[in-house]
Nanobody
């Protein structure tokens, strides 16, 4: 069974950090671009960051403002999202998704049409 599983979410105070992981099972991520997306209550899903299969290309949403870093370890079949200086407005369910395509700006911003999705991990930033 092909699946992506996110982990690492939780409750953190403003200014704190979390590292999210996206692990694949049933397939290798070596040939897939990966995107991180989030959806806050009452809001549409939005793209956070994307990385291509080699890790040589990354994209970030404007609201990241240098606070997040996406990376991948193909040997561990896992992609990470390091999130620092978290703000209350970062509160959302975070999803990872995989696609064999190189992700253009539109897909990285929306996740539209991506092949595989995880079920998400909740990040809550609150004091």
């Amino acid at each position: 069974q092909l699946q992506l599983v996110e982990s690492g979410g939780g409750l953190v105070q403003p200014g704190g950090s979390l590292r999210l992981s996206c692990a694949a099972s049933g397939f290798t991520l070596d040939y897939y671009s990966i995107g991180w997306f989030r959806q806050a209550p009452g809001k549409e899903r939005e793209g956070v960051s994307c990385i291509n299969s080699s890790g040589g290309m990354t994209k970030y949403a404007n609201f990241v403002e240098g606070r997040f870093t996406i990376s991948r370890d193909n040997a561990k079949n896992t992609v990470y999202l390091q999130m620092n200086s978290l703000k209350p407005e970062d509160t959302a369910v975070y999803y990872c998704a995989a696609d064999v395509r190189e992700l253009g700006t539109a897909v990285c911003s929306t996740g539209y049409g991506m092949d595989y999705w995880g079920k998400g991990t909740l990040v809550t930033v609150s004091s």
